[in-house]
């Protein structure tokens, strides 16, 4: 069972505004730390940050909530100094940030479909979607807000769309959480922590992605664990787990953008 959805969907949208905010630490600072919870819906968009840069430009915040909401927004914005003892953590290069397991597993030719599809789909109904399918019963799902679902049933024949009928979908229907979507970001990979929202000493962040990208490149699973202020994992220095996530993030664009489709 596979389910992706697109970055319209509140929970995406939720993970959007998360990155977009981690995009402005890393502007403001080389390796700022972060971490940034969101909730949205119903034109209230809730936000706490935890942050060691000083001077996070609020201003700037309240611009990427409204542009990526699509429209005017409540923003209810609370902002905290970094836990002293998670900042010492870090001060003598990267050490692992948190506690966690993680799991990269190889994508299958039936999510990379199901991604394909989402996205065609988001390309033409640049609205809310979810999309299901289940590898067993070969039953496709599609749920597209704001689309002539005769059109879409022309394109995939053997799909059922919007079984409860046309919606208009969004936060106005729905609230979105930051993480809420990690089975669509993630595939089989998920276990614990999040990957949006957060600065790259994360491991919910670095190791998530090199796992992953290390699967891929394998084929086969990879199964990592790290404890807090740990500086080797998988047989590397942290700081170059880092580096590797780093450069995945730049090649999508940004955290903002990562947030979007997320691993695949």
Same mark, same amino acid.
């Given at each position: 069972?596979?389910?992706?959805? %697109? ?6 949208? @939720?993970?959007?505004?998360?990155? /977009?905010?981690? =995009? ?13 919870? !969101?909730?949205? &819906?119903?034109? *209230? ?22 542009? *990526? ?6 923003? =209810? ?6 836990? @002293?003892?998670? @900042?010492?953590?870090?001060? @003598? &290069? ?13 994508? $299958? ?26 590898? !067993? ?26 079984? *409860?009928?046309?919606?208009?979908? &969004? $936060? ?5 959480? $930051? %993480? ?16 949006? &929202? ?6 919910? !962040?670095?190791? %998530? *992605?090199?796992?992953?990208?290390? /699967? ?28 590797? /996530? ?19």
């Amino acid at each position: 069972m596979i389910e992706k959805v %697109n970055p319209s969907h509140p929970d995406k949208i @939720a993970d959007r505004i998360a990155g /977009a905010i981690v =995009d402005l630490a890393y502007g403001q600072q080389e390796d700022p730390k972060i971490a940034v919870e !969101v909730l949205i &819906g119903h034109k *209230i968009c809730h936000i706490i940050i935890e942050t060691s840069v000083e001077d996070l430009r609020v201003a700037s915040i309240i611009e990427a909530v409204k542009r *990526i909401a699509g429209g005017p927004v409540d923003i =209810d914005l609370d902002i905290h100094p970094q836990d @002293a003892y998670l @900042a010492e953590n870090q001060t @003598a &290069g990267f050490r692992c940030g948190d506690n966690g397991i993680f799991k990269g597993m190889p994508i $299958t030719r039936e999510q990379k479909m199901l991604s394909s599809i989402a996205r065609n789909i988001y390309k033409k109904y640049p609205c809310d979607g979810k999309y299901i399918f289940d590898s !067993v019963s070969k039953r496709l799902i599609i749920c597209q807000s704001n689309a002539k679902a005769d059109e879409l049933k022309q394109e995939y024949p053997d799909a059922e769309i919007n079984p *409860i009928g046309d919606w208009t979908g &969004g $936060t106005d229907v729905d609230t979105g959480a $930051t %993480n809420r979507k990690l089975g669509s970001d993630m595939a089989d990979s998920v276990t614990g922590g999040g990957l949006h &929202g957060k600065d790259l000493s994360k491991a919910d !962040v670095s190791v %998530n *992605i090199y796992a992953f990208l290390k /699967a891929q490149k394998t084929g086969k699973p990879v199964e990592l664990f790290c404890a807090i202020g740990d500086d080797m994992i998988d047989g590397k220095p942290y700081g170059e787990i880092v580096e590797q /996530a780093r450069q995945f993030i730049r090649s999508v664009g940004g955290f903002e953008a990562f947030a979007e489709w997320g691993l695949y």
